[in-house]
């Protein structure tokens, strides 16, 4: 599931009878400087478009009240299932720390799910590609500035996962 729909999918499963969400508040929340747009932001147009997707796919239904930006949209029950799914599983790639980890850390924080267990699986799945890094640009590392550059992101990955899975997060 493309990281724009799974984020949005989570954001509206958080909804509850008494605070539904629709697209206009899905946008603002995705929006530069937002809750979640502060780690990664979503332009309009493609929220909307993410939404037509969730809804496409049976995730998610638009209720019949009110225009097009105020109609509440809600989780069908595979839309639950799914965004579950989609919380506990960690990013395939060290580049999608910044974004999709960080995302799935700020969107558990809001329901108040583990965070460093979470942390810790997903130091799991990429420890073979940090370790790939790690070892593989050390040699390099002197001479070569993109080998320099992976070295130390990805021992600073490393360093903040284990730190994240330790607990030793505002947010854990």
Same mark, same amino acid.
């Given at each position: 599931?493309?990281? &724009?729909?799974?984020?949005?999918?989570?954001?509206?499963?958080?909804?509850?009878?008494?605070?539904?969400?629709?697209?206009?508040?899905?946008?603002?929340?995705?929006?530069?400087?937002?809750?979640?747009?502060?780690?990664?932001?979503?332009?309009? &147009?493609?929220?909307?478009?993410?939404?037509?997707?969730?809804?496409?796919?049976?995730?998610?239904?638009?209720?019949?009240?009110?225009?097009?930006?105020? +109609?509440?949209?809600?989780?069908? #029950?595979?839309?639950?299932? +799914?965004?579950?799914?989609?919380?506990?599983?960690?990013?395939?790639?060290?580049?999608?720390?910044?974004?999709?980890?960080?995302? #799935?850390?700020?969107?558990?924080? +809001?329901?108040?799910?583990?965070?460093?267990?979470? &942390?810790?699986?997903?130091?799991?799945?990429? *420890?073979? #590609?940090?370790?790939?890094?790690?070892?593989?640009? &050390?040699?390099?590392?002197?001479?070569?500035?993109?080998?320099?550059?992976?070295?130390? *992101?990805?021992?600073?990955?490393?360093?903040?996962?284990?730190?994240? *899975?330790?607990?030793? *997060?505002?947010?854990?």
């Amino acid at each position: 599931m493309p990281l &724009a729909d799974g984020v949005c999918l989570c954001l509206i499963d958080e909804v509850n009878d008494e605070h539904p969400i629709h697209g206009w508040h899905l946008v603002r929340l995705l929006a530069p400087g937002a809750d979640i747009g502060r780690i990664w932001s979503l332009s309009r &147009a493609l929220t909307y478009r993410s939404v037509d997707r969730l809804i496409d796919r049976g995730f998610v239904i638009r209720d019949d009240h009110g225009d097009d930006r105020r +109609r509440h949209l809600h989780p069908t #029950a595979a839309g639950q299932r +799914r965004a579950r799914v989609w919380l506990d599983t960690p990013v395939e790639h060290v580049r999608d720390l910044r974004t999709g980890f960080l995302v #799935a850390v700020e969107l558990r924080r +809001r329901r108040g799910l583990d965070i460093a267990g979470f &942390a810790a699986r997903q130091l799991e799945a990429l *420890s073979p #590609a940090l370790d790939g890094l790690i070892h593989d640009t &050390a040699t390099d590392a002197d001479v070569d500035p993109v080998a320099r550059w992976r070295h130390h *992101s990805a021992e600073a990955a490393r360093a903040f996962l284990i730190d994240m *899975s330790q607990g030793h *997060s505002p947010t854990s």
